[in-house]
């Protein structure tokens, strides 16, 4: 089972921020997780949520801002909000890296600038840094940016994010030509899983800390686990399958 760093190292260190990735590289993790918003300078800045007052000693939204202002502002422990560009080249190939596009945005010409930005961002990190094209991943709960971004960039791999159980289980990631199917540690069971491998798909589940939802995802075949404590849940996991 996969140990995905869930926005870096972040139960340690603040999310989203080239700290937490290079905590999460130390630990060893199989990949890193981090969502991105659309900045209008063109660029993705690394934040969960558009409002900042929620991990950063800003106020407002993330395009309230220039770029620089943004950077300037303290994301924890004293860090910057990164941009992708500069995580892909702290991360620099050392683990795969799941991106996960945040956006709500479904016209078609919206769609088409995030989608030709993200393919700008990944192709200058294999291009410049140690990454293969195996090693990205990208996901996102809009499923219209997905289908949209598997017309324009079919190589790149995609995983279809579900918050709720979708009413024919995993259909809806192989229906959008997904390589796995993520859904969050709430909904996830045997049912899910088997329907999911059945058409082909592997299954990674958010969010993952504790013990018992190891245990759960262990039980159930799960592929791959998105968790804010990698060492920790590498440690269970081990610990679990020796017995
Ligand atoms: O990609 C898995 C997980 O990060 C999805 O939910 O809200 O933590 O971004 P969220
Ligand atoms: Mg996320």
């Not at 994301?75 to 190939?93: D, K, R, S, V, Y």
């Not at 393919?119 to 293969?132: G, M």
């Not at 245990?215 to 592929?223: A, H, T």
Request: aromatic share 8%.
């Amino acid at each position: 089972m996969k140990v995905i760093a869930h926005r870096g190292a972040s139960g340690e260190y603040p999310e989203n921020t080239l700290l937490a990735f290079s905590e999460a590289i130390k630990q060893l993790a199989d990949g890193i997780e981090l969502d991105i918003q659309y900045h209008y300078s063109n660029n993705f800045v690394l934040l969960h949520d558009n409002d900042l007052q929620k991990t950063t000693n800003g106020k407002g939204s993330v395009n309230d801002y220039s770029l620089v202002d943004l950077q300037q502002l303290d994301a924890g422990l004293g860090e910057f909000i990164p941009t992708l560009h500069q995580a892909l080249e702290l991360i620099n190939g050392d683990c795969f890296v799941n991106i996960e596009v945040k956006t709500a945005v479904i016209d078609k010409a919206s769609l088409l600038k995030i989608i030709t930005l993200l393919q700008r961002d990944i192709a200058h990190a294999i291009n410049f840094h140690d990454f293969s094209w195996h090693q990205f991943i990208v996901s996102s709960f809009n499923h219209q940016l997905l289908a949209e971004l598997k017309t324009l960039f079919p190589k790149l791999a995609t995983a279809t994010l579900v918050a709720l159980c979708p009413l024919n289980y995993a259909q809806c990631a192989q229906q959008l030509k997904a390589i796995s199917l993520n859904p969050s540690i709430e909904i996830v069971n045997q049912q899910l899983v088997d329907d999911a491998h059945q058409r082909g798909l592997n299954v990674w589940v958010y969010t993952v800390d504790i013990k018992e939802d190891i245990k759960k995802c262990l039980s159930y075949g799960v592929d791959g686990v998105f968790t804010n404590y990698p060492k920790q849940t590498k440690h269970y996991i081990e610990q679990l399958q020796t017995r």
